[in-house]
Every structure is written in structure tokens, then in C-alpha cells.
């Protein structure tokens, strides 16, 4: 078995005088998508902040590409290879869309066929190109973060709630462009509230509760068994 | 937004009481110039006036630019801010009048030259300043508010203290180079020359740090990490030698406002950054924390009204810009123009 893009062991995280996190184990494996799911509040938004640097864990071991990166600088970690699409989108709303595009290719120009092949996924984006990021609307803010974290080739992409408060038709533009970036062979750790797109994204999955993980299988199989589906997370799962 | 118009992309116009809204800081100026024209009877002094209000605010500008952007990258309060100032203050002056000959000639491209060699050695001097404030005093208490201003308070004392055993304890009273001295005449108002380089340096160095901030890669990481520092590193940048550079071109400018006031009020002394915090700190809050432009609106806004209520009643002198102050924050609790969000 060919060793996983990203690999957690036993990390635990603080926040204020709280344990968050309570040891988690998780593995990403190369070119594949991986779903973090579970209920409001089991730590999902705060193992993906751990892996980014953005809080620190207290113990354990996080490892990119074999390389452990538990104590990298969150810059070195995005250096690594590492494209993070944040809960709230982190769209810079002073600067314009072409100013959030340019800020995110770190090294160097904005490449042109990149940028096309984002502008087809994302149209809005061409015509709000030179428009305050502030301005857009909540989907475009959020085709936007993706587009930002797709401005680079990237190893591995942290992507948290693509989909969340999205109109329908929106959610299906957005999973379109990640079901692309995953044929272009992208490895994928998503949290994903919407089962409909989890299922469809999903290679395997990771459900998490009261921080740590539970349960790692095949997207399949959790999505085929409801009664799994009811006793991991306390509900049939919307879609399945 | 409608689903179809998100997905298509329609522009979306902001209403007209959105517009209105971004563009009332931006009329304040204006309509404190006109209203200072209605309350002035005499015109040629209203012009005196305005001129001396608009040097004023450009110097304060240049010494608080740097601080608010300071605030903004890093949540950092730093009241030591005024040290540079005073510091920059001296080493100019030394440097000028270690220039006597050149300083004293009625030629004005030898008092430029004098006066760009002052500016050069006072920056260069509070930017290494800058550079070993921020590694030993700052550095270690990065995201504790009260820690910042115990320590940069305490910096602050020690600077004044070291520029009283390198100087003395004496204020230090200095004439200005030959030909800035004086005043031209225009529509029947005396304004003064220096006051008038005051507003055109000013200005350049406004014009300059917008084109830095809109158009360079530093630039942008810098409004960038005012607004979201911590996306700013996820990208992949790091964001604490940006504050470095950000600091270090903070104390520096800090140290030519230095220079600037001193030449302006003919005197300098060790305490005179720590007074100019004062109005330094009203700029930054009335301006929003984090907003350049915001900082330069405001600036102008307590110089001019600073001057005007000097002439008009000079007993509210003192209180006029804590009075701005309170107004501003009225109608925008969190500053004209700010970009950091409130925490």
C-alpha cells in the first residue's frame, strides 16, 4: 500500500484550557478524497486548523508527504504543497478578485491556462475580475476561496464546508470543479455537511465524534449502510 | 444575489446609500474646509489657517501611517511609538546643525540637500531602531495587550532617558534652512514655505505608500494581513517578516515626521513624540485601525480643526480633537475607514 499523503496519529489539541482534540488518527491517501464527517462541534474544523498550524497540537504526530510537520510554520506548511480553503471562505473582501488570485500564486505570475481552466469552472469570477471581493454574492465568495487554493499546483487540498448555506444550483457548480480537481488526481481532506455531495466526492471517510476519529471505511460502505450511518452520527444521512 | 445571477456572474451595483456611505470620510475634509470658510471672516486668513492645518496633518500622518498599519498586521499596541519620533527628531537636527554652511546658504538646492541628508540619517537611524525595538521588546509579548503597553511604555521612558544622557537635558532650539524660512504671499495670505514643503512631502509620501500598498506584491500581502492574517500564511507567506519590514518602515517614517515637527515648531525635545502620541492616537482610532487612507483623512481632519478652533476660540484649542474624536466615533464607532475587524 503506496504511504498516505497525510497521516495523523494520536493528536491532540487545546484550545483556551480545552481539550479539543482527544488523539486523532487519520490518514489521506495519494490522489484520493477523503470526507471528514460527523456532528456540529466533534472537531472537525479543528483538526484541519491543527494540520494548517493554525493551532497547535499538544501531542502526536502530523505527517506530510513522511515529513512531520506538527511544529512547521503554517507558511511552510502551505509551502509544502498544502491548498486550505477555510470555514469562512478567509476571502480578503478589500482586495479584488484578481488581487485574492494574484496574493495566492506565492511563486510567482498567475499562469494563464490555470486561470482559464478556473475561469470555466467559475465564470463569475472572469466578470467580477476586477471587482472588490466584498461585493460578491455568498457562492462567489466561496468559488472564489477554491479558486484561490486551485491558483497553484497544490498536493493536498484542506477544504472545510465547500457547500455550506450554498444555493442547489451553486452546490453543483462547486462540486463540479472539485470532482474535476479530484480527476486531476488531487488528494482531498473535506469536511462535508451535504451527504448528497460527500457520497459523491468521497473515496473513503472518517467520522469523527467528541474528537476523535470513530469509524474510517469506504465512502461506500457508510453510504449503503444507514443503520452505521445512525449509530456514528445520530442520523440517516440526507441524500443516502 | 438570485441562484441564475450567481452562477452568471451579474454585476452586482451597490445601492446609492452604500456609495454614499464609502465616500461621506473622504467630503469631511472638504466640507470642514468650507465650513471653516463660513466661520473665518477674513479670507486671507482662512488660507493662512488651512495651509498650516493641512502641514500639520500631513506630518501627523507620516509619523502615525506606520503605527496603524502596525496595529492592523499584527494586533500589536505600541505605545514606543513616539520614541522614534523624538529620536529621529534629534538625529536630524544634529545632522543640520552639523550643516551649518549648507543650512545657512540662500541657496535652495544646498538647504535641500542638507535637509535630504537629515531625513536619510534620522530614518535610517530610527529604522535600526525600529528593526532591535521590535526583536526585544515586542517579539516577546506578540498577542497580549497589556503586556504591549507595559512594555512599549517602559521602552518608551528608556529612549527618552538615553536621549537626554546622548543630547542632554535641555531642549535643543534650531532655525530652519535659509530658504524655507519666510513666507510667500498668495491672494493676500502670508504662507509660510516650510509649511507648504510640509504638505507637498506629505502628499508624495501619501501618493507613494497607496501606489506600495495597490500595486507591489508587498502591497498586497500587507492589506492582505491587515484583513485576514492568519489566510495570509495558509497562502503561504510569512507573515511576521512582513512585520518586520512593515515596523521598521513604520519607525523610520515615524523618525522623518520626527524631523518634519521639529523643524515645524523650531525646538525639539526628548518628550516631544510622546505629546505628538496624543494626536498620533486620535488618527489612528478616527481613522480605523489598519486604514491608511483612513489615517490620512484624519490626520487632516485634526489639523485643520486644531487650527481653526486655535484662531477662532483658542481656549477649545486643546479639547477640539478629543471632541472630533468622540464625534467620529459616534457615527462610526469603529473609525472612518476600517479594515480590521473588530475583535
Known amino acids: ?240 | 444575489m438570485s441562484e441564475a445571477a450567481d452562477r452568471a456572474g451579474v454585476v452586482r451595483r451597490l445601492p446609492l446609500a452604500d456609495r454614499l456611505s464609502r465616500l461621506a470620510p473622504v467630503l469631511l475634509v472638504p466640507v470642514l474646509v468650507l465650513v471653516g470658510l463660513a466661520a473665518i471672516s477674513s479670507t486671507s486668513s482662512w488660507l493662512t489657517l488651512t495651509v498650516s492645518g493641512l502641514a500639520m496633518g500631513m506630518m501627523i500622518f507620516i509619523m502615525a501611517s506606520g503605527l496603524t498599519l502596525v496595529f492592523g498586521l499584527m494586533d500589536v499596541i505600541n505605545f514606543g511609538h513616539g520614541a522614534f519620533i523624538s529620536v529621529g527628531a534629534f538625529v536630524g537636527v544634529s545632522l543640520l546643525m552639523a550643516l551649518g554652511e549648507m543650512t545657512g546658504a540662500p541657496s535652495l538646492a544646498l538647504n535641500l540637500v542638507a535637509l535630504f541628508l537629515a531625513v536619510l540619517a534620522a530614518m535610517a537611524a530610527t529604522a535600526v531602531m525600529g528593526w532591535a525595538f521590535e526583536r526585544v521588546i515586542v517579539r516577546p509579548v506578540y498577542g497580549a495587550h497589556l503586556k504591549q503597553i507595559l512594555v512599549t511604555v517602559g521602552g518608551l521612558i528608556v529612549v527618552e532617558q538615553l536621549i537626554a544622557v546622548i543630547w542632554g537635558p535641555e531642549e535643543i532650539y534650531l532655525t530652519r534652512p535659509e530658504m524655507l524660512k519666510g513666507a510667500v504671499t498668495f491672494a493676500g495670505a502670508a504662507l509660510e514655505r516650510y509649511r507648504l514643503v510640509a504638505v507637498a512631502v506629505g502628499l508624495v509620501l501619501f501618493l507613494a505608500m497607496r501606489w506600495v500598498l495597490r500595486r507591489t506584491r508587498i502591497g498586497l500581502i500587507v492589506r492582505a494581513g491587515v484583513e485576514d492574517g492568519e489566510m495570509v500564511q495558509a497562502l503561504g507567506y510569512r507573515l511576521r517578516l512582513v512585520f518586520v519590514v512593515v515596523f521598521v518602515a513604520g519607525s523610520a517614517l515615524a523618525g522623518l515626521g520626527g524631523v518634519m515637527w521639529g523643524l515645524y515648531q523650531e525646538v525639539v525635545t526628548a518628550g516631544m513624540g510622546e505629546e505628538m502620541m496624543i494626536l498620533v492616537f486620535i488618527v489612528v482610532i478616527i481613522g480605523g485601525l489598519g486604514s491608511v487612507e483612513g489615517c490620512f483623512i484624519g490626520a487632516l481632519l485634526v489639523g485643520l480643526m486644531q487650527n481653526y478652533v486655535a484662531f477662532l476660540e483658542p481656549k477649545l484649542a486643546l479639547m477640539s480633537n478629543i471632541g472630533l474624536l468622540v464625534v467620529i466615533l459616534m457615527w462610526r464607532p469603529q473609525g472612518m475607514m476600517p479594515v480590521v475587524k473588530a475583535k
Open chain 1, 1 to 240: 500500500m503506496p504511504e498516505p499523503i497525510l497521516s495523523l496519529s494520536g493528536v491532540c489539541t487545546d484550545i483556551a484550557q480545552y481539550r479539543i482534540l482527544h488523539g486523532v488518527d487519520l490518514e489521506v491517501a495519494r490522489g484520493g478524497v477523503t470526507m471528514l464527517l460527523g456532528r456540529n462541534g466533534v472537531g472537525k474544523t479543528t483538526t484541519l486548523r491543527t494540520i494548517m498550524g493554525h493551532w497547535r497540537a499538544r501531542a502526536g504526530t502530523i505527517r506530510l508527504h513522511g515529513r512531520d510537520i506538527i511544529a512547521a510554520p503554517t507558511a511552510a506548511i502551505a509551502r509544502a504543497g498544502v491548498g486550505y480553503v477555510p470555514e469562512g471562505m478567509g476571502i480578503f473582501s478589500d482586495l479584488t478578485v484578481e488581487e485574492n488570485m494574484v496574493l495566492a500564486a506565492v511563486s510567482g505570475p498567475l499562469d494563464r491556462m490555470r486561470l482559464e481552466r478556473i475561469f470555466e469552472a467559475f465564470p463569475p469570477l472572469r466578470t467580477f475580475w476586477r471587482s472588490p471581493a466584498g461585493t460578491l454574492s455568498g457562492g462567489q465568495k466561496q468559488m472564489l476561496s477554491i479558486a484561490r487554493a486551485m491558483a497553484e499546483e497544490r498536493r493536498l487540498y484542506l477544504i472545510d464546508e465547500p457547500t455550506k448555506g450554498l444555493a442547489p444550483a451553486i452546490v453543483s457548480t462547486m462540486a463540479a470543479a472539485l470532482r474535476n480537481l479530484k480527476r486531476q488526481g488531487a488528494s482531498i481532506l473535506m469536511v462535508e455537511q451535504n451527504f448528497a455531495v460527500a457520497r459523491a466526492l468521497g473515496d473513503t471517510a472518517a467520522v469523527m465524534d467528541d474528537g476523535r476519529v470513530v469509524w474510517t471505511g469506504a465512502m461506500a460502505d457508510l453510504a449503503g449502510d444507514t443503520a452505521l450511518q445512525e449509530r456514528l452520527m445520530g442520523l440517516r444521512m440526507e441524500g443516502a
